[in-house]
T-cell receptor, first 113, second 114 residues
């Protein structure tokens, strides 16, 4: 059962061309939605955590938003150095699995000059 | 603050051989995860520790995979015997508490089984 679905799988943007990445989730009792960035050959790097619908967070050209069913990562005027895979993870509490952090498959972003 | 340390960075083994990966989490982090990331996919949770106890190992293939966390600090993940489909990056992550904190990841160990 997929808890986290990310779209699109891949996205190619021109430098300066704004867009959004989507993360939809089906867990009940969400205890946090996390966005990570992963560069080739490296481990995921934390970007944001969102806990409740309506919450927004920003960092440089990135802005993350959360609704009851999905999260968006908005990239404004991207630069080539924003090229990476963006991963979404959800956390819910379960008496059997505790606070598991489950990831989607990611969106591979390429920003060309 | 030192990050999550993993070793080795790369490992190539033949199928049916055994292999072990080591993880040293950030000091003071009680929660530790091992993930398997196959090329082009997101990380898949294998096992979660809270201090030195296992919280969730439901996705760990226990016929060949084992993991332990020594004294609630370092952790090792072992595969015995390895199969071709075990080729992946094995990521270790730690966080201070199981909730309301972010998880920090190591660089991972890239395993190739030939």
């Amino acid at each position: 059962e997929d808890q986290v679905t990310q779209s699109p799988e891949a996205l190619r943007l021109q430098e300066g061309e704004s867009s959004s990445l989507n993360c939809s989730y089906t867990v009940s009792g969400l205890r946090g939605l996390f966005w990570y960035r992963q560069d080739p050959g490296k481990g995921p790097e934390f970007l944001f955590t969102l806990y409740s619908a309506g919450e927004e967070k920003e960092k440089e050209r990135l802005k993350a938003t959360l609704t009851k069913k999905e999260s968006f990562l908005h990239i404004t005027a991207p630069k080539p150095e924003d090229s990476a895979t963006y991963l979404c993870a959800v956390q819910a509490y379960d008496s059997n699995s505790g606070y598991a952090l489950n990831f989607g498959k990611g969106t591979s972003l390429l920003v060309t000059p | 603050e030192a990050g999550v340390a993993q070793s080795p960075r790369y490992k190539i083994i033949e199928k049916r051989q055994s292999v072990a990966f080591w993880c040293n989490p950030i000091s003071g982090h009680a929660t530790l995860y091992w993930y398997q990331q196959i090329l082009g996919q997101g990380p898949k949770l294998l096992i979660q520790f809270q201090n030195n106890g296992v919280v969730d190992d439901s996705q760990l293939p226990k016929d060949r995979f084992s993991a332990e966390r020594l004294k609630g600090v370092d952790s090792t993940l072992k595969i015995q015997p390895a199969k071709l489909e075990d080729s992946a990056v094995y990521l270790c992550a730690s966080r201070r508490t199981p909730e309301y904190t972010e998880a920090f990841f190591g660089q991972g160990t890239r395993l190739t089984v030939v």
